[in-house]
């Protein structure tokens, strides 16, 4: 049944597109849906939880393997063609859609278990204005910029400056605190420059970490969205070097071979400076750049070794339904997600009474908050087929 299901997949799948690559972006929102819905953040096994402040772990490289792929998306939407179309109104649509869908789910909350909720004050007038789709929005529009603007060098010099500048300057900047004490090179939760410019841009009521000390920051936040860009970037050059390939056996081999090379460089890298410059989700910092675009472009080396040179396709197939229809999926999940916390039961929301009264017993508490969690994706892959089989691809 399943390998009949997963031809039935390959079937449906438009000729002509790069698979791993589809692959891959299924995984990536896969990953991310599986990690943000647990059935209790009181009980999440440490690899499916980001690291607490400095260091990574599996859930932290999800985020920026995406952009990786937005990077190798761009170039593949002008398919083998040398230059690149200037920025227009296509473009900007599909940016302003992707923040605008952010805004939604930051003010799709209502707590209708407290009386006195005033939904106004704590999810408009309180709006989080950054967020995972709101980042994908600026990176998106800012890489589609620098694709038509440059050669590949001039890519290669801007993903370095837009790791190393912000770096430079949370190492360097001055900046102060309300009651005038100053900092520098501080690499703290709550202190450290990029949150200072966060509070200071945004406003501590405006971002995720808002009772943070001495400055509400945002983990999507204003400096660390140009380091994002080079993680994207990195995703364009990759897809730079599939299109500069020839197409024939040897030259996959070969493209294969670089990527795996690069992968495992760029990772080892990130984890030599680790002492040095340390790895950090939040701030987006050099290392964690490396660490994450080397995790990227090894599942990458290895999806287009195993899809696109070895033709196993079948056992991997469920996952372009994923990724075919990657922000349908990130939408339905934060609607559904949002609204078992929403309805009550009780004393309780709906997700935590079937946490509680269903998993918890079966499974235990980290077993059970782990099978609410697939629960919740294979529920979501049933929508998704259902838009599959049917040729829906939801594109914004």
């Known amino acids: 049944m399943l390998r009949a299901h997963s031809e039935h997949i390959l079937a449906l799948n438009p000729e002509g597109r790069l698979m791993s690559v589809d692959l891959l972006r299924g995984l990536a929102i896969a990953a991310m849906v599986l990690v943000n819905n647990p059935g209790s953040w009181s009980y999440v096994y440490a690899p499916m939880a980001h690291a607490e402040w400095h260091g990574w772990t599996p859930t932290d490289v999800i985020f920026p393997l995406f952009l990786f792929v937005v990077g190798m998306s761009i170039v593949l939407a002008n398919g083998r063609r040398e ?20 805004l939604f789910l930051a003010v799709f909350y209502y707590n209708f278990r407290d009386p006195g909720y005033d939904w106004f004050a704590d999810r408009l007038a309180g709006v989080r204005f950054l967020g995972v789709l709101q980042r994908i929005a600026l990176v998106y529009i800012l890489c589609c910029y620098l694709v038509s603007w440059l050669s590949t060098r001039g890519l290669i010099v801007a993903a370095a400056l837009g790791i190393l500048l912000p770096w430079l ?16 090179g501080q ?41 994002a860009v080079s993680t994207c970037l990195l995703g364009v050059l990759a897809a730079l070097a599939w299109k500069s390939s020839d197409g024939s056996a040897a030259a996959r081999i070969k493209l294969c071979r670089c990527w795996l090379a690069a992968g495992a460089i760029l990772l080892l890298a990130g984890q030599l400076l680790h002492p040095w410059v340390p790895i950090n989700k939040a701030l987006w ?14 599942l990458l080396a290895t999806l287009f070794y195993l899809v696109d040179i070895r033709r196993m396709r079948a056992p991997l197939a469920p996952l372009l339904v994923f990724g075919v229809n990657a922000i349908a999926l990130f939408m339905l999940a934060g609607v559904v997600g949002r609204l078992l916390i929403m309805i009550p039961v009780g004393e309780m929301s709906l997700k935590g009474w ?41 594109k914004v």
């Open 83 to 102: 230059t690149f179309p200037r920025v227009a109104w296509p473009q900007w649509s599909r940016a302003l859609k992707l923040y605008g869908l952010g």
């Open 285 to 298: 910092s050099p290392t964690f750049v490396l660490v994450s675009a080397g995790v990227s472009l090894l």
């Open 169 to 184: 300057m949370m190492l360097w900047i001055p900046y102060s605190s309300d009651n005038g004490e100053v900092f520098r």
């Open 187 to 227: 690499l703290l939760f709550g202190n450290h420059f990029s949150a200072w410019l966060d509070q200071w841009l945004l406003g501590r009521e405006h971002v995720y970490y808002r009772t943070a000390e001495p400055f509400a920051f945002d983990p999507e936040g204003v400096l660390t969205t140009l380091p």
């Open 354 to 394: 079937l946490f509680s009264n269903l998993f918890q017993p079966l499974f235990g508490s980290y077993g059970g908050s782990l099978a609410f969690a697939i629960s919740c994706l294979a529920l979501f892959y049933l929508v998704m087929w259902q838009m599959y089989r049917r040729r829906i691809i939801w």
